[in-house]
């Protein structure tokens, strides 16, 4: 039996499932990664070999959850702030288990000395009940030759401009622009890379957050959005290659949901090559199911 890639850390308490006015968040500099002289020299070390490898990687900064708490149906998201190089580098790193190890040491936080940069995913549910998967070429950082579902992450440039991680005031920042942000990047990476008009696209409600085991613990917001189109039609729409990220991905796979939900016991083959988030995002999308829709 595989062992999990994931753990679960909060689940949608509503059937409409967890909207913007039911989202809090905080800001502070203290839930940022904590840093280490040894740690520091390496992630640039990795951040430079990796750039070698691929050269397309960019240093975006992006939003790190530190933890989560729930009031009645509240969502409350503890947030600092961190970079896609550190993640590479700390997330990543050979050397993570040893790094967990000393967080837990040194913070009770195996967390602590990892970028854990926050990411979003959806399932994207068409008309006819399929969900949109996409196969990662390799000019992704991450989860290259999987099958995945559309994702990203949140961008603090959209709120602050390329200012670079170390230069931003993250208790600056407005809550309200920073989940406006959380819920406007999972559509416009569904436009972007599965080349979906924003007209299709219903407004996205969140299933749940888990962890990826495969990435250190990196979290993931899962969404669900319901698409106005067939999968048929979805197919096409992708097919056309416009789309802003078609690079991205080699190939989309409009799967029945009800085989997508599954896959883990009924197709293995399919269910092995699919990357953590994606698995992560049907177990959500599972619990869901069996608490509101029967």
Known sequence: MEASTSSIIYTTKSKDQTCPSNVRVKLDPAFNRKTLPNLEKEIE???KRRLAELPSL????????H???ENCET????????????FQGSNLSKELLILQSQGLCD????QAYLSDALGVGA??????????LLYRSKHCGEDTEMWDRPGGHPEPKNLVGPTPVEEINISEMKEEAVIEELFNSITEEVISEVNIPASSLEPPGILGIHRSHLSGGKPNVEFLIKCKLTSSEVESLYKEGCQAEAYESEKIFLLPLEKALSAHSCDLDLWNKMAAG???LLSLYN????????
């Open 45 to 47: 070390e990795t951040w």
């Open 58 to 65: 960019f240093n975006g900064t992006k939003f790190r959850l």
């Open 67 to 69: 933890s989560v708490e």
């Open 75 to 86: 969502l409350t998201l503890n947030m600092g702030i961190t970079c896609y190089k550190d």
């Open 107 to 110: 913070h009770d936080d195996s």
């Open 123 to 132: 399932l994207v549910q068409t008309v006819d009940n399929h969900m949109v």
């Open 278 to 280: 994606a698995k992560g």
């Open 287 to 294: 619990m869901y199911k069996h608490r509101y829709l029967l």
